[in-house]
């Protein structure tokens, strides 16, 4: 089960307030403004900006 379409829309780093979207084969979402990379675990966006990784 993927993470629902519906809460993608909703979905926003917490850092910088930009919306987020599916990377890594969905398994992660990026946020293109700052490059914080948030997991995705058991399904759930992990948004907390200390479990972010920051990739170019």
């Keep these: 089960m ?3 379409p519906e809460l993608l829309e909703i ?3 917490p850092n910088c ?3 987020v979207e ?3 084969d969905g ?3 990026k946020c293109r403004q700052c ?4 997991p995705i675990k058991d ?3 992990v948004m907390l900006i200390e ?3 920051v990739e170019p």
């Excluded at 490059?35 to 948030?38: A, D, E, F, G, S």
């Design 2 to 4: 993927a993470v629902d």
């Design 27 to 29: 398994t992660a979402l």
């Design 22 to 24: 599916l990377v890594k």
């Design 43 to 45: 399904d759930i966006p």
């Design 11 to 13: 979905l926003a780093c």
């Design 35 to 38: 490059n914080r990379v948030y």
């Design 17 to 19: 307030k930009t919306p």
């Design 51 to 53: 479990e972010a990784t």
